[in-house]
Structure formats: structure tokens, C-alpha cells
């Protein structure tokens, strides 16, 4: 028995909603512990699609415990949206087992609003293309310590109170610098009250919750986004607002770290990256086309096209080394299906230096190459296969020359967005 981290290796969408929904199957209890609805996590179950934005991925599985934790953040409308969503196709998403803590930080209105400002108020080239769901204003107020928590809904006074105060400063913002309407606070609270009604008895103590889901199997921690989205080790400031690297697993969730032990890198057999920011094996020609369409490349939250390219190994590198993988999970293989060669990055030009890591100064990246390594393709279909034994001989050269420049173990692999389609060593 050991309780699973799941987290993103790249820029996200690597298919972490896929393999949580196949290992909760084994788990007592899924616990999403940071980000909020920038995510959009695709599972597919006999041909029918599910996008879940916060809740957690294991929702499917009858009986799951399913819990939102402090490192998260809500908006509750959105939340409840989903539930009303999965409870109209029959699942129970009642809180006898799904579970928002108290310590959960709320999007507000004003946080959307300030999302689009800021974004609005920035040159083409500055945009860091968040999806506007009010990420990082609401991660700033938890910073700064005015934000709303979930288990304020208990107490509508409070609520009063906070709102007030973070609208005092916020409105000089909108109404000065941004040129917006400003927020009237009474119809943000009055709004709010029927949803904060909803969300009351969905509140608990995720950290106990944690505890005794314990006693009756594992945890399954679900990540978001993408290590080189992390608030300090990605892209800076290309990133999302929270620390999306698997220490995050603990403090966003309220458990000790000795309690992460199985810790799965997802790793998309090439790359892609949504919004803005650099992104060294980018291709901006048919090859990166194709890869676009074949792989199906748009934004589960956004519907924007992804950004595709290679393979980028200084990048998952870094992921192995800041998260410590116990097993690699390579999905969307049979993408790579009918390409003559293959490109791995195994290096970048910086400055005229070669290194193996990400450059750390600001925006590094942008003037970092890639060193190419080209290995041969397959054009077989391998959707079907369901074995290491049964893949290709290049594509299972493809995936040893993964392990061998990462260091570590490919544990899963996925040939298709199907449930099914995925076979563990
Ligand atoms: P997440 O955010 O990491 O959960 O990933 P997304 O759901 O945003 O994006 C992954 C996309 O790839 C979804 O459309 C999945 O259905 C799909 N997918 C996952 N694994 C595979 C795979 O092995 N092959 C193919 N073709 N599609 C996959
Ligand atoms: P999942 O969990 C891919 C990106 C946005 C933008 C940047 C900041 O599905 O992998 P934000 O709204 O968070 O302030 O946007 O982060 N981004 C994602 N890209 N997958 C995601 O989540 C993402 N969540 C945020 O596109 O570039
Ligand atoms: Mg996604």
C-alpha cells in the first residue's frame, strides 16, 4: 500500500485526469490540492468524455472520497455547476463524499474581473495568456491576507466584512487604473448568498478527512497544471500562481510530506504549452501542425489551440529533479504514430553554452536552442496495443531513451484517451 502523487511534468495537459481516473480505481480517497478551474482534466470511459475543472478526477469511481483541499482554489459557482453536472448523468456527488476544507481560498467576482484587467492593461507580447478564471488575484489575496475562505460561508458577517474591505482597495483599481465599473459590495454578497448557502454543507476538515480515508486504503493526491508552471521553479512570470511541484502535495492538502510516496511524473510524449511563454522546441511548421491535429491540441478549459513541439527532455529533467519521480507515465504515444523521425531536445544552446538544465535568469528559455537528438519513428497504429511487448521496436526504443536520459522507470503507458487504452508494466 503506498498513496500516489499525480503531477504534470511539462505545461500541463499531459493527461494527469486520465491515469488519476485509472489509479483511483485502487484508492480510498482523490484529493486535488492546488489550482482551481484553469484546469481541465478529460477522462474517457468506454467512448464518453467527462471534463472535470475542480473536482477530482476519481469522481466516477462509486464510493471515492473525493476532496478539495486548503491549497485550492474555488470558485463555487463553477463548483457547483459541476456537480449539478455529474449528479444529472447519476453520480452521487453528494457530501456524504465530496469535501471542500474550510481552509480553501474562493474566487470571487472581483478576482475574474481583476484577471481581465490586468491581462487587458498588458502588450501582446507581456500577456501571459491566463485563462481568466481569476487564478492569480485570488492566490494574491490568500498572500496578502484578505481572502476569502470557504469556511467563511458559515459566517455571513464575516463575509460582509471581508468583501467590504478587499472592494475599498480593489474599486480604486478598477475605477482608476482600469478604467472598469466598480464592484457594489452589498450585490457581491447578496449574489454570493445562495451559492455560499450550497457550498456550507460540502465544508469539512480535509487534513482528519485525509487521515481516516487512510485507514481504509491509499490517497490519491491529483495534480494541476505543470511543474514549468510552477509559481517559483517555471517560467517565471509565464506561470501559473501556485506551486504545482509535488511538495505541494503535503502543504496544499494538509498532510505530512513522509506521506507522498509513489510519486508519477505524466509525461506527454512531446510537448505543448497553452497561453504564453517561451518554449524552445516549439515547431512552427506542419510538423507541429500535424502534431496539433492528430493529437487533438486544444484547451480543455479554454478551447485555445496548444502549442506543440517536441519532446523536451531539459524540461522533464528538471521535473525529475524537483519532484522525484518514482515512474514515469508517458501518454499520447500514438500520436507519435507515422512520423519518419523523432526529435528528442536533449540539451539547450544558452548563450552559446550548452546546458542540461532550464536557465534560471527571467525568461532564459526565450534565448535557449535546442540540441537535437533524432531518433527513428513507427507508422503503425499502436491504439490497439496494450503491451511493452506489442509496441514497435522504435517505439519502444523511443520510450528506454526516456528512461535512460530521466533516470527513471517508465511505469504506464497510454495509447489512446481511452480508459482502456493504457497498459502498467
Ligand atoms: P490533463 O489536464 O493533464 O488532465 O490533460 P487534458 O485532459 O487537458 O489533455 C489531455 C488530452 O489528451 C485529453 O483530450 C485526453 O482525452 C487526451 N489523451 C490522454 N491520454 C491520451 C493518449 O494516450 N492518447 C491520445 N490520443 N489522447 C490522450
Ligand atoms: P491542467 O491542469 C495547461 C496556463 C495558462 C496560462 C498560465 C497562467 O489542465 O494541466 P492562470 O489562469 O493559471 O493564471 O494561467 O497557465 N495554464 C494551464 N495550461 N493546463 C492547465 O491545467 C493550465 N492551467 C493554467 O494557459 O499560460
Ligand atoms: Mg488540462
Known amino acids: 500500500m503506498s498513496n500516489v502523487v499525480v503531477f504534470g511534468s ?3 495537459d ?22 482551481g478551474n484553469n484546469a481541465g482534466h478529460t477522462l474517457v470511459v468506454g467512448g464518453k468524455q467527462e471534463i472535470l475543472h475542480l473536482i477530482p478526477s476519481g469522481i466516477l469511481h462509486p464510493g471515492k472520497k473525493c476532496a478539495i483541499s486548503n491549497g485550492v482554489v474555488l470558485d463555487p459557482a463553477v463548483f457547483l455547476a459541476e456537480v449539478d453536472k455529474l449528479a444529472a448523468k447519476g453520480l452521487d456527488v453528494s457530501p456524504s463524499r465530496l469535501m471542500i476544507s474550510k481552509k480553501t481560498h474562493i474566487i470571487m467576482e472581483y478576482h475574474k474581473l481583476m484577471d481581465g484587467c490586468r491581462e ?8 501571459i495568456g491566463t485563462t481568466g478564471r481569476g487564478i492569480g488575484p485570488c492566490y494574491e489575496d490568500k498572500a496578502h491576507r484578505c481572502g476569502i475562505r470557504a469556511g467563511d460561508f458559515q459566517d455571513l458577517e464575516l463575509l460582509a466584512a471581508k468583501i467590504t474591505e478587499a472592494l475599498t482597495e480593489k474599486n480604486v483599481l478598477f475605477k482608476h487604473l ?46 494541476a497544471q505543470g511543474t514549468h508552471l510552477d509559481i517559483d521553479h517555471g517560467t517565471y512570470p509565464y506561470v501559473t500562481s501556485s506551486n504545482t511541484v509535488v511538495g505541494n502535495a503535503a502543504s496544499g492538502s494538509g498532510c505530512g510530506p513522509r506521506k507522498l510516496e509513489r510519486i508519477i511524473a505524466i509525461v506527454k510524449a512531446y510537448t505543448t504549452r ?11 511548421d506542419k510538423v507541429g501542425d ?16 496548444r502549442r506543440c513541439g517536441w519532446l523536451d527532455m531539459v524540461v522533464l529533467k528538471e521535473s525529475c529533479r524537483l519532484n522525484t519521480p518514482t515512474e514515469l507515465a508517458i501518454t499520447k ?16 544552446d544558452y548563450r552559446g553554452e550548452q546546458v542540461e538544465y532550464p536557465p534560471q535568469e527571467q525568461n532564459g528559455m526565450a534565448f535557449s536552442s535546442p540540441i537535437y537528438e533524432t531518433l527513428p519513428g513507427w507508422n503503425e ?20 531513451r526516456i528512461e535512460e536520459l530521466s533516470g527513471v522507470k517508465v511505469g504506464i503507458v497510454s495509447v489512446g484517451p481511452d480508459r482502456a487504452q493504457t497498459f502498467m508494466r
Not at 466598480?182 to 448557502?197: E, F, G, M, S, T
Not at 500535424?290 to 489551440?305: C, H
Not at 504515444?333 to 539547450?348: P, Q, T
Not at 497504429?381 to 528506454?400: G, V
Request: contains cysteine; charged residues 25%; aromatic residues 6%.
Open 10 to 12: 511539462q505545461w500541463g
Open 14 to 35: 499531459e493527461g494527469k485526469g486520465k491515469i488519476v481516473d485509472i489509479l483511483a480505481e485502487n484508492c480510498s480517497a482523490i484529493v486535488r490540492f492546488q489550482g
Open 120 to 127: 487587458a492593461a498588458k502588450s501582446a507580447e507581456a500577456k
Open 178 to 223: 482600469y478604467g472598469a465599473e466598480p464592484l457594489d459590495p452589498a450585490k457581491v454578497l447578496a449574489d454570493l448568498k445562495p451559492v455560499a448557502a450550497r457550498i456550507v454543507p460540502y465544508l469539512g476538515d480535509v487534513s482528519s478527512a485525509i487521515q481516516e480515508a487512510e485507514k481504509t486504503g491509499d490517497i490519491l493526491f491529483e495534480g
Open 274 to 284: 497553452v497561453g504564453g511563454g517561451p518554449f524552445p522546441t516549439e515547431l512552427l
Open 290 to 305: 500535424r502534431l496539433q491535429s492528430v493529437g487533438g491540441e486544444f484547451g480543455a478549459t479554454t478551447g485555445r489551440k
Open 333 to 348: 504515444l500514438d500520436v507519435l504514430s507515422g512520423h519518419e523521425e523523432l526529435k528528442i531536445c536533449v540539451a539547450y
Open 381 to 400: 497504429d499502436i491504439t490497439a496495443t496494450r503491451s511493452m511487448e506489442e509496441l514497435p521496436a522504435n517505439a519502444q526504443a523511443y520510450l528506454a
